[in-house]
């Protein structure tokens, strides 16, 4: 992988796996924390592959598999909501009648 290139390819899938973390229960403030932790791993474990005879071809592959893994899970999860319909608005709506309108009371 490039490391020029490598870098903003790795992004989505770091948003990726921390959305995964969050649906799995992850509090929201781990999340920038287990963002920053993947980055590390993936960067630094990419840079021990590289190192090893072979160990290139087998992390790209693996960062591919990740991607597109990642990607389907988003494609299913996007059609599945597309056919269930958007969902309800959730709290009181304003009434026409006063929409933009400034009252003196």
Same mark, same amino acid.
């Given at each position: 992988?490039?490391?020029?290139?490598? *870098?903003?390819?790795?992004?989505?899938?770091?948003?990726?796996?921390?959305?995964? =973390?969050?649906?799995?229960? /992850?509090?929201?403030?781990?999340?920038?924390?287990?963002?920053?932790?993947?980055? /590390?791993?993936?960067?630094? =474990?990419?840079?021990? $592959?590289?190192? /090893?005879?072979? =160990?290139?071809? /087998?992390?790209?592959?693996?960062?591919?598999?990740?991607?597109?893994?990642? @990607?389907? $899970?988003?494609?299913?999860?996007?059609?599945? *909501?597309?056919?269930?319909?958007?969902?309800?608005? @959730?709290?009181?709506?304003?009434?026409?009648?006063?929409? *933009?309108?400034?009252?003196?009371?």
């Amino acid at each position: 992988m490039d490391a020029q290139y490598g *870098g903003v390819v790795m992004v989505p899938m770091i948003i990726g796996l921390v959305e995964v =973390g969050k649906r799995l229960g /992850l509090g929201a403030a781990y999340a920038a924390p287990l963002a920053v932790g993947l980055g /590390l791993l993936i960067s630094v =474990g990419y840079g021990v $592959a590289a190192g /090893l005879p072979g =160990g290139s071809a /087998l992390a790209d592959a693996t960062l591919q598999g990740l991607a597109l893994g990642l @990607s389907a $899970a988003g494609l299913y999860s996007g059609v599945k *909501g597309w056919q269930e319909g958007p969902s309800p608005v @959730s709290g009181p709506t304003p009434s026409h009648d006063t929409v *933009g309108v400034d009252r003196a009371d």
